[in-house]
C-alpha cells in the first residue's frame, strides 16, 4: 500500500483479505440474508481497513448532504436534508445528484467490491 500520508485513495485499489475466503463469506452471507429478510451483507475486514483509514478523512471532507424538496413535505417538512449519493437511478424521489468528487474518491473501493460479488 502507498503511503497514507500521500495517497487520496482515488487512484488505488483497495487490498482484500484472500479473495476466496471473502468469496466464501459473500455466498453464506448472502443465503443468510435471503431466509432472515435482510437487505445488507456485512463482511467484517473484507476490505483491509488501513485503505478504508486512508480514504476516510477524503470522504468526510466530501460529503455534502443535499437539499431536496418534496411535494407539499412529509409530515409538513417540504425541505429535507438525505445523504450524499455517489450514484443515483432515474426517477428517484426526491430526485438526488451523484456526488461526483465522492464517486472518484470512492470508485476504486466500489469497483474492488463489485468484483467480489461478482465471482
Same mark, same amino acid.
Given at each position: 500500500m502507498a503511503d497514507s500520508n500521500t495517497n487520496d485513495g482515488a487512484e488505488e485499489a483497495p487490498e482484500i483479505y484472500e479473495a476466496s475466503v471473502?468469496? $466464501?463469506?459473500?455466498? +453464506?452471507?448472502?443465503?443468510?440474508? $435471503?431466509?432472515?429478510? +435482510?437487505r445488507h451483507l456485512v463482511l467484517p475486514q473484507a476490505i483491509c481497513p488501513a485503505y478504508l483509514k486512508n480514504i476516510m478523512p477524503a470522504i468526510i471532507e466530501n460529503f455534502a448532504p443535499q437539499r431536496v424538496r418534496y411535494n407539499g413535505g412529509i409530515g409538513a417538512v417540504p425541505e429535507w436534508k438525505i445523504s450524499c449519493y455517489l450514484e443515483v437511478m432515474d426517477g428517484g424521489i426526491?430526485?438526488?445528484d451523484p456526488h461526483t468528487p465522492l464517486l472518484k474518491i470512492c470508485a476504486p473501493l466500489l469497483g474492488t467490491i463489485d468484483d467480489l460479488f461478482r465471482h
Open positions: 471473502v468469496h $466464501k463469506q459473500i455466498t +453464506r452471507g448472502v443465503l443468510k440474508s $435471503k431466509f432472515s429478510a +435482510r426526491p430526485t438526488a
